[in-house]
C-alpha cells in the first residue's frame, strides 16, 4: 500500500507489540502519531524515527477529552486510529470495582469517545480505518479475571456497532491475539504450559500483529470483523 501522508494515530505505542507496530509504519514510510502513559526506552527511538509522541491517561474521561484535543492540533486528517492502549489488573477482594472501573475507561470509554470526537479527521482520508486490539480471552470468558474479559468484550462490541455507523467512508474492524510474547521472568514451567495451549505451540511475537494490521489497512472489502490471532487455540 503506498503511504498516507495522513498520520495514522496508535494508543498505548511505548514498549511491546504497540511499539513494533510504530516502528514497521515508519520503515513503510506512514507517518504516526503514538500514545504513551510511562517514559520507556523506546520512545526516544520513536522521536527518532520522526513519529510524534503524545502523552495520554485512558483512565479518565478527562485525559482522553485531553488527548482528544492534542490530536486534533497536531493534525486536521487521520489515516487510521488503532486502540492498542490496554491494562491488565487484578481484581481486588476489598475493591471489586476499581479495577473494572480502570479496565472499562481504558478499553472502552477511551475508543468509544475517539472514535466519535476523531471520525472527522478520518474522514478526510480515503481510504479510512479503526482498527481495536481486543484479546482472544473473550471467545471463551475468565472465570479469574472478569473484569478485562468483559471491557474487552465491550471493545469486540464497539467493533461491530462503528463497522455500521461509520460505513462505508470508515472500515472498522479488530484483532483478537492470544499469547504473543513472554516476559522475562516467566519460567520454563510457565511457558511450556502457556505453549500448549495452542495447535500451533510458539511464541510468535509481534510481527503477527503487525501482519494483522496491515492487512485491515490494505484489504478495502473488510469492515465489522476481529481477526482471530491465537495459534488455533481455538481448535485444540
Not at 468484550?153 to 483478537?176: E, R
Not at 510474547?181 to 514451567?189: I, K, Q, S, V, Y
Request: charged content about 20%.
Amino acid at each position: 500500500m503506498t503511504p498516507s501522508i495522513a498520520p495514522i494515530l496508535i494508543t498505548g505505542a511505548s514498549q511491546r507489540v504497540g511499539l513494533h507496530c510504530a516502528l514497521r509504519l515508519l520503515e513503510d514510510g506512514q507517518p504516526v502519531i503514538i500514545t504513551y502513559r510511562s517514559d520507556r526506552p523506546g520512545l526516544q527511538t520513536l522521536r527518532d524515527k520522526g513519529a510524534t509522541l503524545l502523552f495520554a491517561d485512558l483512565s479518565s474521561e478527562a485525559g482522553i477529552l485531553a488527548l482528544i484535543n492534542a490530536v486534533k492540533t497536531h493534525t486536521d486528517c487521520l489515516r487510521a486510529i488503532v486502540h492498542n492502549a490496554s491494562e491488565w489488573l487484578e481484581e481486588s477482594p476489598d475493591q471489586p470495582s476499581a479495577a473494572f472501573t480502570r479496565m472499562f475507561s481504558v478499553h472502552m470509554l477511551a475508543p468509544y469517545l475517539i472514535n466519535l470526537q476523531c471520525a472527522e479527521l478520518l474522514q478526510r482520508s480515503n481510504p479510512a480505518d479503526i482498527i481495536h486490539i481486543s484479546d482472544d480471552v473473550t471467545r471463551k470468558g475468565s472465570s479469574k479475571h472478569i473484569a478485562y474479559c468483559a471491557s474487552k468484550a465491550g471493545l469486540d462490541s464497539l467493533t461491530l456497532s462503528f463497522a455500521a455507523k461509520y460505513a462505508p467512508a470508515i472500515k472498522v474492524n479488530g484483532i483478537a491475539p492470544a499469547l504473543l510474547l513472554f516476559n522475562p521472568e516467566d519460567d520454563a514451567a510457565y511457558r511450556a504450559k502457556a505453549l500448549a495451549k495452542s495447535a500451533l505451540g510458539i511464541e510468535p511475537g509481534s510481527e503477527v500483529i503487525y501482519q494483522s494490521l496491515r492487512y485491515l489497512l490494505d484489504n478495502p472489502y473488510v469492515t465489522g470483523t476481529t481477526l482471530t490471532v491465537n495459534g488455533g487455540r481455538h481448535v485444540k
